[in-house]
């Protein structure tokens, strides 16, 4: 149904009822509604191009409004949304999506090492880290994969904190102590977390683990992905 149908069929607003010229039959009344309806859903498809999936539920409202004064509120509802088109999806949304996001995400990072970086104790020692600040709070995501190999043998252990607190990440574990023909391996950790307003620090940290201690290299290319 083209927008000038729609249009010509309807002559004036009365208490948010749209007048046909054909009368005010059921069988009106409900090609009244089908007009609105298709002319509608010609809008939530528009803004939708811009907003993609995540504003979806605007849509399902909106459909609802099949006058011509709805209408009229509608239209600023949708364009209002399209142009707030800040990212809508949660990071872990993101990472189970179908699809792309069409949506810059200024705060995320990938960093990686230029170079082998040699991890000589048990204490923590920052291998890569990325630094932000939110507006509102946010779910953040984490991910960091590589590559290892062990100096003397010792155990490896990596995990991701949040401005220090790695109680949300998994930790990788290697133990080459126990290996007659230590070699290289490659490491993965996960972390997410619910971050307040405010600057935030996320890195990833290494150290050989206590019950081995011993020297280990991280390999260069390994990287830290921060999905905000």
């Known amino acids: 149904m083209l927008l000038s ?9 009365d208490a948010g009822k749209v007048h046909l010229f054909n009368g005010k039959t059921p069988r009106t009344q409900r090609r009244r509604e089908e007009l609105s ?23 399902r409202i909106i459909r609802r409004m099949t006058t011509l004064r709805s209408w009229l ?29 069409d949506c810059a995400r200024a705060q995320s990072s990938f960093r990686r090492l230029t170079a082998d970086l ?9 291998v890569l880290a990325h630094s932000f600040t939110l507006s509102a709070p946010t779910r953040v995501l984490a991910v960091a994969d590589g590559r290892h190999f062990p100096v003397d043998a010792p155990a490896a252990a990596l995990r991701i904190r949040f ?36 600057t935030h620090t996320v890195d990833l940290v290494a150290s050989a ?20």
């Open 163 to 198: 401005d220090g607190d790695e109680s949300q990440s998994s930790v990788s574990l290697m133990d080459w102590g126990s290996s007659q023909r230590p070699v290289m391996h490659g490491f993965n950790v996960i972390a997410d977390a619910v971050l307040g307003a405010g």
């Open 73 to 101: 509120i509608a239209t600023p509802l949708l364009l209002a949304s399209a142009a707030a088109g800040a990212c809508a999806l949660s990071a872990p949304d993101v990472i189970r999506a179908d699809g792309f996001e």
């Open 118 to 126: 040699e991890i000589g104790g048990t204490a923590p020692t920052v």
């Open 5 to 13: 149908e729609f249009s010509a069929s309807a002559v004036g607003v």
């Open 209 to 228: 683990h206590p019950s081995r201690p011993g020297r280990f290299r991280i390999g260069s290319g390994s990287g830290l992905s921060v999905l905000v």
């Open 37 to 59: 309806h298709a002319f509608l859903r010609v809008l939530c498809v528009s803004a939708l191009n811009r907003v993609r999936r995540a504003r979806g539920r605007d849509c």
